[in-house]
């Protein structure tokens, strides 16, 4: 299939896989080996889908270093706009034929933190596989900042997570539900029969938490500043689970997500806290393109949850 042009009253005839192949080796990082996994073909014809494509506009679409595809050429950088508004719209119609041909069929990508993953999502999850059974659900769990790069590439269809989303203009943000950081700490430990720690009481003990950019520790990065304390931190996780192990040994007095703390957690007692504010996490898609209707009831299902 070829999409043709008329510039300067001269023929230029651009072909959608030429167009395809420059729209996988930039959101691939450049990497045209991956880019070819992704596109289920070798890395020469990628090169030669390139090669293509520059001799019909007599110009450089990528920066190179040697063989290595580095960035975007000047030109490149302008094309890519479009490129992307013709792949957004291909997935818009594409969507609506398999909607139209197989409503209940199909695939969804999902992309989100550890914790959306493990504490929030499994509700979500059973309920929509319930309904539809015959859809393959694709989690794929990484950071706020990449969880929104991927989907405002069109790497997945639906974004979950804290930080970052709100921070993408492509990106069509929907309130989820709110949440408080708890403080917990082992059974028999100083704070346990406490109600409420304040930050300079926090601030005396050694205290273990999530990685920055991660769960809301920005937050509690940004209390401890505003009170002018240092927080002692010994130890960064990724997950609620890993924190509240090493609380339980005894190395400190834990943060986590609310809805990360387990209510039978053996030997931790957790004292709720909004010292480091309220946070909202939010569900992300492309503002620019339309859902397959199993991905709106996804969404749907997800606001369901706390209502």
């Not at 596109?39 to 001799?55: D, G, P």
């Not at 504490?119 to 596989?129: A, E, G, I, S, T």
Request: glycine letters at 6%; hydrophobic letters at 45%.
């Amino acid at each position: 299939m070829a999409i043709q042009v008329v510039i300067n009253q001269r023929h230029l005839q651009i072909q959608l896989k030429q167009l395809e192949t420059v729209w996988q080796t930039v959101i691939n990082d450049y990497n045209l080996s991956q880019a070819a996994k992704v596109l289920h073909t070798s890395q020469s014809s990628l090169s030669k889908h390139i090669a293509a494509l520059e001799n019909q506009l007599k110009a450089d679409v990528f920066i190179r270093q040697g063989k290595r595809l580095v960035g975007l050429s000047p030109i490149g950088e302008q094309l890519l706009p479009h490129i992307e508004k013709i792949f957004v719209e291909i997935r818009t119609i594409e969507n609506l034929t398999l909607d139209f041909q197989n409503p209940d069929t199909g695939e969804l990508a999902i992309a989100t933190t550890h914790t959306q993953a493990r504490y929030v999502l499994p509700w979500v999850v059973k309920r929509f596989r319930e309904r539809y059974p015959n859809v393959r659900l694709i989690l794929s769990q990484a950071d706020p900042e990449s969880i929104a790069h991927m989907v405002a590439q069109g790497q997945a269809d639906i974004g979950i997570a804290t930080e970052s989303l709100l921070t993408k203009d492509n990106l069509q943000c929907t309130r989820y539900y709110d949440w408080y950081h708890h403080i917990i700490v082992p059974e028999g430990h100083a704070l346990a029969a406490q109600d409420s720690v304040d930050i300079a009481t926090l601030a005396q003990y050694p205290l273990i938490t999530y990685h920055g950019g991660f769960t809301g520790r920005g937050a509690i990065d940004a209390a401890f500043a505003r009170a002018g304390l240092q927080p002692n931190i010994v130890l960064t996780a990724l997950d609620a689970d890993v924190i509240s192990t090493y609380v339980a040994l005894g190395m400190g007095v834990g943060t986590i997500a609310e809805m990360a703390y387990a209510p039978n957690a053996r030997g931790l007692v957790k004292i709720p806290t909004q010292l480091f504010g309220k946070h909202v996490t939010w569900i992300a898609t492309r503002a620019d393109s339309d859902l397959r209707h199993f991905a709106k009831d996804f969404i749907a299902i997800c606001q369901q949850q706390f209502a």
